[in-house]
């Protein structure tokens, strides 16, 4: 079992379920990462060493499984294989403490990310179709 820290769609319950292929809840965790920043790739997150000032916040999960791990590295190199590596990280669990973990990192050229953020409200309101 380990942490994994989710900055973009998985943060999305229903979005992780249809990944991980199994319908229902899916216990997400608020926290955040230091010294990473991110930025925008297209319209998908990218996530790059940042500053010992940088704060990145999202959502974690523990993957209990090899298959919902595998699952989820499948995701998230779909687009491109190769633009995001699965690295180490340490996550801050909010007022439950730090855990080492694990993230995925753009593994791409930095001159193809732009500045922006994302919005998940944006993002699941995008894919209703408004």
Known sequence: ???????????????????????????????????????????????????????????????????????????ETAYETGAYDLQDCVIDLDGRGRVNGKTFVWNGELSSLRAGTFDLKDWKLNQEGF
Request: hydrophobic fraction near 40%; include cysteine; charge should be positive.
């Open 1 to 75: 079992m380990e942490y994994y820290f989710f900055y973009g769609s998985l943060m999305d319950r229903p979005k992780l379920a249809k990944i991980l292929e199994k319908p229902g809840w899916h216990e997400l965790h608020s926290a955040k990462i230091v010294g990473w920043d991110c930025k925008m790739w297209g319209e998908y997150p990218a996530l790059v060493r940042g500053s010992p000032k940088d704060v990145i916040h999202g959502m974690a999960f523990e993957v209990r499984t090899s298959k919902e791990r595998d699952s989820l590295i499948a995701y």
